[in-house]
């Protein structure tokens, strides 16, 4: 029996400007979805994504974190990828999203179109410009354990994800992730700031929800095409209502638990069509180690894009039986 093909989309913190520069360049199918959700994107916003995240000037070490750019651009590059692969033949059997990333996975399923995906995305970006206060995210190697038994850190922030044994997200003020960082310095904890300027999965972000939820009343949403896995329940959703795509960014991550109900099911293929391979690296930490061969990444800063695809071209389709 096959395995199945298991899509993975990731969320904010996962963005850096040149993302996908090489599929952009030179897969026509990606290129083209980029630009025809450009457009969409610019009459909505007046911005161009693609002007501003290839911009020739900026490097990959430079912060883009604004969230009326990394929100869409987030989406457009995952809904791009899994659009290119499926014009190579490669379509997924399932769907996990986890935070953002729940939004690119309800377009490749079908339970909304990509525009009006694209449409939410931009409109929660807006909101949340619009009417919270900024916010930081930070990243924590270490057990997981490590935040309860320090007042520092559950006094002053909150649990946004545990992603595996020594690996943790928290969300808090600026100035309180700020005097955390210090604390985690003398203790010698290693810690990484993420990439975003909202405090996701945390209170910081609630004066948005009942003007984002009356937004939502205007799409129309359907029953998923393909079995959909959801990191905001830790598993499979059948039946998606309004308040999912307000609690996909609200409620605590819980990918692990997603992983692990798709590895229940059937010992599957995860393809990582996020922009940084997040999802593939946290999924090579809760599967086995002789798991890895059947865990792929596609985009990353190093711009290895197109060999990364044609390798996972090659295996999936040159199995016996893989539909074409």
């Not at 997981?144 to 038994?149: A, G, K």
């Not at 939502?216 to 359907?222: A, E, H, I, V, W």
């Not at 894009?305 to 044609?310: I, K, N």
Request: charged fraction near 25%; charge should be negative; proline fraction near 6%.
């Amino acid at each position: 029996m096959n395995q199945p093909i298991v899509f993975m989309f990731s969320g904010q913190g996962s963005q850096y400007y040149q993302m996908g520069k090489e599929l952009f360049n030179h897969n026509p199918a990606f290129r083209q979805k980029m630009l025809d959700m450009d457009d969409f994107a610019a009459r909505g916003t007046g911005l161009s994504v693609i002007k501003e995240v290839y911009h020739s000037a900026k490097r990959l070490s430079d912060p883009l974190d604004r969230i009326l750019l990394t929100h869409p651009a987030i989406f457009m590059a995952e809904y791009a990828l899994a659009y290119a692969m499926e014009k190579k033949g490669i379509r997924p059997d399932f769907v996990i999203g986890a935070s953002l990333g729940e939004y690119a996975s309800a377009a490749v399923s079908g339970v909304l179109s990509a525009e009006d995906a694209l449409d939410c995305v931009l409109e929660q970006a807006k909101i949340i410009e619009e009417t919270c206060r900024k916010g930081s995210m930070l990243a924590i190697l270490g057990d997981p354990r490590l935040y309860q038994e320090y007042p520092m850190l559950y006094e002053q922030s909150e649990l946004a994800s545990v992603n595996y044994h020594s690996h943790f997200v928290i969300s808090g003020e600026q100035e309180k992730v700020r005097e955390m960082m210090e604390f985690l310095r003398e203790k010698q904890i290693p810690h990484q700031l993420l990439p975003v300027s909202y405090g996701f999965h945390s209170a910081l972000i609630d004066p948005a929800e009942q003007q984002f939820k009356r937004f939502l009343d205007t799409k129309s949403m359907q029953p998923p095409s393909m079995p959909y896995i959801s990191s905001m329940s830790g598993g499979i959703v059948t039946d998606v209502q309004k308040d999912f795509f307000w609690d996909a960014v609200r409620k605590p991550i819980r990918f692990r638990e997603a992983l692990q109900y798709a590895e229940s099911r059937q010992q599957g293929v995860y393809i990582d069509a996020g922009p940084s391979g997040t999802l593939a690296a946290f999924a090579k930490q809760l599967l086995p180690a002789d798991s890895a061969e059947r865990i792929c990444t596609i985009m990353t800063p190093f711009h290895k894009e197109l060999s990364h695809l044609q390798q996972i071209e090659d295996i999936i389709l040159s199995s016996p039986g893989r539909r074409q």
